[in-house]
């Protein structure tokens, strides 16, 4: 079975510093991909970024990137020059193929906090 | 364009009543999923719709739970008799299948419910 295990429940960042958020993953599937949320107070879940498995490059979308490390089974979120905006839960989740749906998996996700 | 949209957003019933959650994808959006985030199970998958049949029910967590798709666009959950552990945050999500790739869901805003 697919897991994903985010093994920072909470953390504290100074506004302007760079942050990483830890995510390792658990699967026996050989194509897969791999997402981040945010989800602000509101609740909604906001996309962040995307990696496939299969992507020789580590993916990045504005601020946001993704260190992928296929041999570690790992998917850690980089935020470069974090904003008080940034403050959020953070959940890391694994897509798997079941009759034809791509059913997400999550981790219990990040709670970011950016102190001013 | 319009996000994915979802109504009510906050419903008070008593044990015992029906509910019905709405949730309206992105227009042009044929993938459509529902997913529960409760304190206590974090975020977890109840059913995918592919146009309009949803081949995957596995995720119902009891048959006192079931969803339709009408259209192929909006769709309705409905929990019967509810119980205070059917309270939680209920999302939904839309994507758009692209051929060998892992598509992106986008979610709503959730409808938080609260069994008393």
């Known amino acids: 079975a697919q897991k994903i295990t985010q093994t920072q429940p909470g953390m504290f960042v100074q506004e302007k510093e760079a942050v990483t958020l830890d995510c390792t993953y658990d699967?026996?599937?050989?194509?897969?991909?791999l997402f981040w949320y945010k989800q602000p107070s509101s609740g909604e879940m906001i996309f962040l970024i995307y990696?496939?498995?299969?992507?020789?490059q580590n993916a990045t979308e504005g601020r946001y990137s993704l260190n992928f490390q296929k041999a570690r089974k790992s998917a850690n979120l980089v935020i470069s020059a974090s904003q008080l905006g940034d403050s959020a839960m953070y959940f890391c989740?694994?897509?798997?193929?079941?009759?034809?749906?791509?059913?997400?998996?999550f981790g219990q996700g990040t709670r970011l906090t950016i102190n001013p | 364009g319009a996000g994915v949209s979802q109504s009510p957003s906050n419903k008070v019933t008593e044990k015992g009543k029906d509910v019905e959650l709405r949730c309206d994808p992105i227009?042009?959006?044929?993938?459509l999923y529902w997913y529960r985030q409760s304190l206590g199970q974090g975020l977890e998958f109840l059913i995918y719709?592919?146009?309009?049949?949803?081949?995957?029910k596995s995720g119902l967590p009891s048959d006192r739970f079931s969803a339709e798709r009408t259209g192929g666009s909006v769709s309705t959950l409905t929990i019967q008799r509810t119980q205070q552990e059917d309270s939680a945050v209920y999302l939904c999500?839309?994507?758009?299948?692209?051929?060998?790739?892992?598509?992106?869901?986008?979610f709503g805003p959730g409808t938080r419910l609260l069994v008393l």
């Open positions: 989740a694994m897509t798997r193929m079941i009759q034809g749906a791509q059913k997400l998996v």
């Open positions: 699967t026996s599937d050989q194509s897969y991909g």
């Open positions: 719709f592919q146009g309009n049949s949803a081949p995957d």
């Open positions: 999500a839309s994507s758009l299948p692209r051929s060998g790739s892992w598509e992106t869901q986008y």
């Open positions: 227009s042009g959006h044929t993938a």
């Open positions: 990696q496939g498995s299969y992507d020789e």
